[in-house]
């Protein structure tokens, strides 16, 4: 589950969610989900270094 920790901003939460499905998509084995949020966050923190934009989102599970 990837959640967030307050309201978030629509634009940059459907390019950070964008992102991390197509970085799962094209994960190889033994790369994990949680690396594909982590590099997601990472690319959308570039553009937006504000952390209002990128930090809220948590991911809770199994990160394999």
Do not use: C, Q
């Amino acid at each position: 589950v990837v959640s967030t920790l307050w309201r978030v901003n629509d634009a940059t939460t459907a390019d950070l969610m964008g992102d991390f499905y197509r970085r799962l998509a094209a994960k190889k084995p033994g790369e994990t989900k949680l690396a594909a949020l982590l590099a997601a966050k990472r690319t959308l923190r570039a553009r937006h270094p504000d952390p209002y934009y990128w930090a809220p989102f948590v991911y809770i599970g199994d990160p394999r």
